[in-house]
């Protein structure tokens, strides 16, 4: 545990994660400020993290009207910083492993080009085997970081934490999106944490899909 911890919490893995976090959005008055202060603010939470006095700051919370109507529940650059270096340095290869192959979501190496290759790929398979007769399956879950239960994210991704400290962090972080008419239910889209949670939460159902029913 301790070796993880420290190696989370050490100076180069915040400090690096800070310049990934700054990418796109230094024209935001909350993160010019984070990187003009970098070396101070990244000791500081290295300090905080190590002595367990670590304290999520509250959520910006605004509505975006494009594509669609959405509440964005905004993270803080202090807790970004730190959700990333967690998730480059112990929590995606812990919990993406597990994953099926062709799941491109938030994954390094993959993403939409990835998934369009993967289809064209399977058409290919099917057309060779079955000719043009066919369908296909298209689903969405409606609402679906807004109406999943913390517990159940929870669940989905501590089956693949080994480390009590991360598994606590986690936790508190899907624990902290409570702004919501119940507080244990619903998490927010722009967290790293929460869009591996959710992702988990659905792997089960990838493979059942595979490896069950052949699809």
Known sequence: MTDVKENICSFENLYRSMYHCKKNVMWKDS???????????????????????????RYNLFTIYEP?????????????????????????????????YDNGACQIGKGTDFSRDRLNCHLQRYFRKHGLEGWVLSCDIKNYFGSTPH???????????????????????????????????????????????????????????TERLGI
């Open 31 to 57: 993160v010019a400020g984070y990187v003009k202060n970098g070396l101070v603010n990244c000791h500081n939470l290295r300090k905080q993290l190590l002595e367990d006095s670590y304290k999520i700051d």
């Open 68 to 100: 669609k109507e959405r509440d964005i529940v905004s993270t803080r650059m202090k807790d970004r910083v730190f959700q990333r270096s967690l998730t480059d340095n112990y929590l995606y290869e812990k919990v993406t492993r597990s994953f099926i």
């Open 151 to 209: 517990a159940t994210a929870k669940k989905a991704v501590e089956k693949n934490i080994d480390n009590d400290w991360c598994k606590n962090h986690v936790h508190k972080i899907i624990d902290s999106f409570n702004q919501g008419p119940d507080p244990d239910v619903g998490m927010g889209l722009g967290s790293q944490i929460t869009q591996l949670a959710q992702l988990s939460f659905l792997n089960s159902m990838d493979h059942m899909i």
